[in-house]
């Protein structure tokens, strides 16, 4: 019986009212004069009873249930039973909602590709802090938005990541105001709110984009949290600091809502009325409690500043000032108005985003009014929250007027969002008392619907009803003003219609379009997010992008921009390819040598135009390679070229050969795989990360020019390295093409002084080994046709076995066996000492051909080339250095009966 006086101790805590009962804050549901008698029960005979259940069981030690214990059966049936009496089918709701959204309109979490904003943080969600080391931007310094997307991108891939942050937004918001609402008034209406809110056009379009509208909306909304959790919580103190850290999280992610701060000391107030305890106070709180309140909240907001600062110098080094500078700096030097606003007020009457906000409002002062006249009293929580609500409107409208536009755009008025719903949960919405759940549950259902039927299909209604917002206004001021005059239950359910219908029609200004255009968002991001990682792991780690695009004609003209804009690169990019000139006015352009132009396009013969056009204005191109990006039959390609200085331009020649040396590639590892697939090549690395896998030595050349490798084919999975190493096993450059990609095209330019040895391709990623199929590599030399083939390049037959007919094409045809030939002469008496090689352009139609350079005096074979594919083949034969005099030779290889080529054209090239 030991046991007995702790198990009654912990019972009569049962009935001792706590903030976290429905009826703590503040009255809600119960007035204040009531609540001391509350608090005050006594315990009744029931209240004995109930105690009395939990006097332990004092059975003899030998009984069965101690002795054997619970069967496993038991044991099942209770933490079932546990399950079942914890869960709260209210959270199952929310939890579904952002997926019946899905499934309603797939396009909800993905942005629409024309507004600029939010693709800048896509991109720095992937590549961040790379190119913000490069050039810093306002975009790159708002942190707390872009550290969980950052995190999520190095789980997913971009558009899943995106899918997954915009689905966590959503969660986030619809359980905060699930919570805030439930401690203010009861469960139903804290459901009932949470889905009007979930399922309202404006709240949706802000948790489907990248912009910072979602994220400012968790942190506004978790403030709050924290702020109502510090009055019950047993170490209130830390639920304060946590919320000075939320409110600092939302003013480093927008700096302009800093404006809203008072909005947390007027929520903190009404929920922390020190009724009980005695001397002074300043609005029911006593000095001394609002005075350490305020200072854990600004504790909050230094530690958080602090980290924010750690991470600035850890990405920048020490030195680089205050990490929110440019945020700070480029609203002070707009000055006192806003150059992006539209001026006057016109664009009031059709900003289908200041419905909700202006009713509630309206609703606000009716209530306010109804309280001070005493027909329907408000509890101070809920005073509280109306005129939070108030302020941060009020608030926002002058700015609105004097910094001309704060609420023009529904990406400023989302922040309002949850504002506007906490204030319509304590007035218009709280439900009915002993309502039937099954009644309930259609309210609920049909609220949902309403709110998201234009959501069904894109184009189902006309735009915002934008010349008739006007019923807009009507059918939600008579659903939010209902509830006011009535209690019965028919208005109430007639209200929950009202504003749910009220919602229809309504579509956010941007930058969401699932309301409008029917396209396939993820396929989209999958490929804006392929070609930024492409574009990021392709050019050199210190070398920023500019882009050449069309902007305007393509018909993928939205996507290029997209990828333009997660570099933040639209300010110095080129928009109307051919021309040239910077944004969409064609500013002047001008470009110094080395800077990395990148053409989009469908087209893959895009280079020799930009070429031309750029070497006009003396800024001439060099290519250095092509990708393809393609996902669900769109496809476009991303030409990677650099500026090269005109004066070697200059010196360079018309003709370029390519030399193909993939016969040439080895294995690097034993725990690597070559093998030949057909004509192509595949290289399995080991999973080791930078182990080397293959590798082709570069045939030595002689040339005072640049050289250029280039390498055709697809990576299947992980991450490739492809680099050139010097005779001293240095990288002079080095490539990485992520998988798993489609078609790549790559260029490794190679200085005469480079001293470049060998072609390395190796293991760039970390998760194991990475495969890539090669379907050609060639080296790309500057050369000139040389004189030298005797007879014009005519083929002659050299014995009576072999037929050659004259001119080109030339065909040559073996009668029978043994060692027939057919042959054209080579001079080369005037020979200097650079590089020649004969190209052939052949079809053999039947057997093996081996074509060979032969000395005149030794007769012997000093290189040769085995052709029979059966298709047109292109090869080049080196001539060996020194050889002045000989001959090329055709001959059948093995029987030879019957053998048969086709020469199209033989050409004799000199490397310089």
């Given at each position: 019986?030991?046991?007995?006086?702790?198990?009654?101790?912990?019972?009569?805590?049962?009935?001792?009212?706590?903030?976290?009962?429905?009826?703590?804050?503040?009255?809600?549901?119960?007035?204040?004069?009531?609540?001391?008698?509350?608090?005050q029960r006594r315990l009744t005979q029931v209240d004995v009873d109930h105690v009395n259940l939990f006097v332990p069981n004092m059975s003899p030690i030998d009984s069965p249930a101690i002795a054997g214990g619970r069967s496993p059966q038991r044991i099942v049936e209770g933490v079932l039973e546990s399950v079942k009496r914890h869960a709260n089918i209210h959270h199952l709701v929310l939890l579904t909602v952002p997926w019946l959204l899905f499934l309603i309109n797939?396009?909800?979490?993905?942005?629409?590709?024309?507004?600029?904003?939010?693709?800048?943080?896509?991109?720095?969600?992937?590549?961040?802090?790379?190119?913000?080391?490069?050039?810093?931007?306002?975009?790159?310094?708002?942190?707390?938005?872009?550290?969980?997307?950052?995190?999520?991108?190095?789980?997913?891939?971009?558009?899943?990541?995106?899918?997954?942050?915009?689905?966590?937004?959503?969660?986030?918001?619809?359980?905060?105001?699930?919570?805030?609402?439930?401690?203010?008034?009861?469960?139903?209406?804290?459901?009932?709110?949470?889905?009007?809110?979930?399922?309202?056009?404006?709240?949706?379009?802000?948790?489907?984009?990248?912009?910072?509208?979602?994220?400012?909306?968790?942190?506004?909304?978790?403030?709050?949290?924290?702020?109502?959790?510090?009055?019950?919580?047993?170490?209130?103190?830390?639920?304060?600091?946590?919320?000075?850290?939320?409110?600092?999280?939302?003013?480093?992610?927008?700096?302009?809502?800093?404006?809203?701060?008072?909005?947390?000391?007027?929520?903190?107030?009404?929920?922390?009325?020190?009724?009980?305890?005695?001397?002074?106070?300043?609005?029911?709180?006593?000095?001394?409690?609002?005075?350490?309140a305020t200072g854990h909240f600004l504790v909050g907001g230094l530690l958080i500043t602090a980290v924010l600062q750690s991470i600035h110098m850890a990405v920048h080094g020490a030195g680089h000032g205050f990490f929110f500078l440019y945020n700070i700096a480029f609203p002070v030097s707009l000055g006192a108005s806003n150059p992006f606003a539209e001026h006057g007020y016109g664009w009031v009457s059709s900003n289908g985003s200041l419905v909700f906000p202006s009713?509630?409002?309206?609703?606000?002062?009716?209530?306010?009014?109804?309280?001070?006249?005493?027909?329907?009293?408000?509890?101070?929580?809920?005073?509280?929250?109306?005129?939070?609500?108030?302020?941060?409107?009020?608030?926002?409208?002058?700015?609105?007027?004097?910094?001309?536009?704060?609420?023009?755009?529904?990406?400023?008025?989302?922040?309002?969002?949850?504002?506007?719903?906490?204030?319509?949960?304590?007035?218009?919405?709280?439900?009915?008392?002993?309502?039937?759940?099954?009644?309930?549950?259609?309210?609920?259902?049909?609220?949902?619907?309403?709110?998201?039927?234009?959501?069904?299909?894109?184009?189902?209604?006309?735009?915002?009803?934008?010349?008739?917002?006007?019923?807009?206004?009507?059918?939600?001021?008579?659903?939010?003003?209902?509830?006011?005059?009535?209690?019965?239950?028919?208005?109430?359910?007639?209200?929950?219609?009202?504003?749910?219908?009220?919602?229809?029609?309504?579509?956010?200004?941007?930058?969401?379009?699932?309301?409008?255009?029917?396209?396939?968002?993820?396929?989209?991001?999958?490929?804006?997010?392929?070609?930024?990682?492409?574009?990021?792991?392709?050019?050199?780690?210190?070398?920023?992008?500019?882009?050449?695009?069309?902007?305007?004609?393509?018909?993928?003209?939205?996507?290029?921009?997209?990828?333009?804009?997660?570099?933040?690169?639209?300010?110095?990019?080129?928009?109307?390819?051919?021309?040239?000139?910077?944004?969409?006015?064609?500013?002047?352009?001008?470009?110094?040598?080395?800077?990395?132009?990148?053409?989009?396009?469908?087209?893959?013969?895009?280079?020799?135009?930009?070429?031309?056009?750029?070497?006009?204005?003396?800024?001439?191109?060099?290519?250095?390679?092509?990708?393809?990006?393609?996902?669900?039959?769109?496809?476009?390609?991303?030409?990677?070229?650099?500026?090269?200085?005109?004066?070697?331009?200059?010196?360079?020649?018309?003709?370029?050969?390519?030399?193909?040396?993939?016969?040439?590639?080895?294995?690097?590892?034993?725990?690597?795989?070559?093998?030949?697939?057909?004509?192509?090549?595949?290289?399995?690395?080991?999973?080791?990360?930078?182990?080397?896998?293959?590798?082709?030595?570069?045939?030595?050349?002689?040339?005072?020019?640049?050289?250029?490798?280039?390498?055709?084919?697809?990576?299947?999975?992980?991450?490739?390295?492809?680099?050139?190493?010097?005779?001293?096993?240095?990288?002079?450059?080095?490539?990485?093409?992520?998988?798993?990609?489609?078609?790549?095209?790559?260029?490794?330019?190679?200085?005469?002084?480079?001293?470049?040895?060998?072609?390395?391709?190796?293991?760039?990623?970390?998760?194991?080994?990475?495969?890539?199929?090669?379907?050609?590599?060639?080296?790309?030399?500057?050369?000139?046709?040389?004189?030298?083939?005797?007879?014009?390049?005519?083929?002659?037959?050299?014995?009576?076995?072999?037929?050659?007919?004259?001119?080109?094409?030339?065909?040559?045809?073996?009668?029978?066996?043994?060692?027939?030939?057919?042959?054209?002469?080579?001079?080369?008496?005037?020979?200097?000492?650079?590089?020649?090689?004969?190209?052939?352009?052949?079809?053999?139609?039947?057997?093996?051909?081996?074509?060979?350079?032969?000395?005149?005096?030794?007769?012997?074979?000093?290189?040769?080339?085995?052709?029979?594919?059966?298709?047109?083949?292109?090869?080049?034969?080196?001539?060996?250095?020194?050889?002045?005099?000989?001959?090329?030779s055709f001959h059948a290889v093995g029987a030879g009966a019957g053998a048969k080529i086709i020469v199209s054209d033989l050409v004799l090239w000199e490397i310089i």
């Amino acid at each position: 019986m030991v046991d007995y006086p702790f198990v009654c101790g912990n019972c009569l805590l049962r009935f001792r009212p706590t903030v976290e009962s429905p009826n703590a804050l503040c009255g809600s549901g119960v007035r204040q004069a009531e609540q001391p008698k509350v608090a005050q029960r006594r315990l009744t005979q029931v209240d004995v009873d109930h105690v009395n259940l939990f006097v332990p069981n004092m059975s003899p030690i030998d009984s069965p249930a101690i002795a054997g214990g619970r069967s496993p059966q038991r044991i099942v049936e209770g933490v079932l039973e546990s399950v079942k009496r914890h869960a709260n089918i209210h959270h199952l709701v929310l939890l579904t909602v952002p997926w019946l959204l899905f499934l309603i309109n797939a396009n909800w979490p993905y942005q629409a590709l024309n507004p600029f904003d939010p693709w800048y943080y896509f991109g720095h969600f992937i590549h961040f802090p790379h190119y913000q080391q490069l050039n810093p931007t306002y975009a790159g310094e708002r942190l707390p938005w872009l550290i969980p997307g950052i995190l999520l991108n190095r789980i997913f891939q971009p558009a899943y990541a995106e899918l997954a942050l915009h689905v966590c937004c959503y969660w986030i918001a619809l359980f905060s105001l699930y919570y805030l609402l439930r401690r203010l008034t009861n469960d139903n209406t804290a459901l009932l709110g949470s889905i009007l809110m979930g399922s309202h056009p404006m709240f949706i379009g802000a948790n489907g984009s990248t912009y910072l509208e979602g994220g400012c909306i968790v942190y506004l909304l978790l403030t709050f949290v924290c702020l109502t959790r510090s009055r019950s919580a047993s170490v209130p103190d830390a639920w304060l600091i946590a919320a000075g850290a939320c409110w600092a999280g939302l003013a480093y992610t927008y700096i302009f809502w800093i404006v809203l701060t008072p909005c947390c000391l007027i929520f903190y107030l009404s929920i922390s009325a020190d009724s009980e305890i005695p001397g002074r106070r300043l609005l029911g709180v006593s000095p001394t409690r609002l005075l350490a309140a305020t200072g854990h909240f600004l504790v909050g907001g230094l530690l958080i500043t602090a980290v924010l600062q750690s991470i600035h110098m850890a990405v920048h080094g020490a030195g680089h000032g205050f990490f929110f500078l440019y945020n700070i700096a480029f609203p002070v030097s707009l000055g006192a108005s806003n150059p992006f606003a539209e001026h006057g007020y016109g664009w009031v009457s059709s900003n289908g985003s200041l419905v909700f906000p202006s009713i509630a409002l309206g609703v606000c002062i009716a209530s306010i009014v109804l309280h001070y006249s005493g027909l329907r009293p408000l509890v101070r929580s809920s005073l509280g929250v109306i005129w939070t609500y108030i302020y941060g409107f009020l608030i926002l409208v002058f700015f609105t007027v004097y910094r001309a536009g704060i609420l023009q755009s529904s990406c400023h008025e989302s922040v309002l969002i949850p504002l506007v719903f906490l204030a319509l949960g304590v007035t218009a919405l709280p439900a009915p008392k002993h309502l039937p759940s099954g009644q309930f549950a259609t309210v609920l259902g049909l609220g949902f619907f309403i709110s998201t039927l234009s959501l069904w299909k894109a184009g189902l209604y006309l735009n915002g009803l934008s010349d008739r917002l006007w019923v807009h206004y009507l059918v939600a001021m008579i659903g939010a003003m209902l509830p006011l005059l009535s209690a019965r239950r028919w208005v109430w359910v007639a209200s929950v219609a009202c504003l749910s219908g009220a919602s229809f029609g309504l579509v956010p200004e941007w930058p969401s379009a699932a309301w409008t255009t029917n396209y396939n968002g993820l396929s989209a991001s999958i490929r804006i997010g392929d070609a930024t990682k492409r574009i990021e792991a392709f050019l050199p780690y210190d070398k920023y992008p500019i882009f050449w695009i069309d902007a305007f004609s393509s018909p993928y003209s939205l996507e290029y921009r997209a990828i333009m804009c997660a570099f933040v690169a639209h300010g110095v990019s080129m928009w109307r390819y051919p021309k040239i000139g910077v944004g969409a006015s064609a500013a002047p352009a001008q470009y110094l040598p080395g800077t990395q132009i990148i053409l989009i396009s469908q087209r893959r013969d895009t280079f020799e135009q930009a070429r031309s056009a750029m070497a006009e204005v003396g800024m001439p191109l060099r290519l250095t390679g092509q990708q393809l990006v393609s996902r669900d039959n769109v496809s476009y390609w991303l030409t990677f070229t650099e500026i090269v200085n005109p004066a070697e331009e200059a010196g360079a020649v018309n003709e370029t050969i390519r030399l193909p040396i993939a016969e040439g590639l080895q294995s690097s590892s034993e725990k690597a795989t070559l093998e030949r697939v057909g004509q192509s090549w595949r290289v399995i690395t080991s999973p080791q990360q930078w182990a080397y896998a293959a590798a082709i030595p570069l045939p030595a050349i002689q040339s005072g020019r640049r050289r250029t490798i280039r390498i055709r084919g697809h990576v299947v999975r992980g991450k490739v390295g492809f680099g050139l190493l010097n005779r001293s096993g240095q990288y002079s450059m080095e490539q990485f093409v992520d998988g798993p990609a489609q078609t790549t095209e790559i260029s490794l330019p190679a200085e005469s002084t480079d001293d470049v040895a060998t072609l390395m391709i190796r293991n760039g990623g970390s998760d194991g080994p990475s495969e890539v199929v090669l379907d050609s590599i060639d080296i790309a030399v500057a050369a000139r046709k040389a004189i030298g083939l005797g007879n014009d390049g005519r083929i002659t037959a050299r014995s009576a076995g072999v037929s050659a007919s004259s001119g080109r094409p030339t065909t040559i045809v073996w009668a029978g066996a043994g060692s027939d030939t057919a042959s054209v002469p080579l001079f080369l008496n005037q020979r200097a000492n650079g590089a020649f090689y004969l190209e052939v352009k052949a079809q053999v139609r039947a057997g093996k051909i081996n074509v060979e350079v032969l000395d005149h005096n030794k007769k012997d074979n000093q290189e040769s080339r085995v052709l029979g594919g059966g298709t047109a083949e292109d090869v080049f034969i080196r001539v060996p250095a020194g050889l002045k005099d000989g001959e090329f030779s055709f001959h059948a290889v093995g029987a030879g009966a019957g053998a048969k080529i086709i020469v199209s054209d033989l050409v004799l090239w000199e490397i310089i």
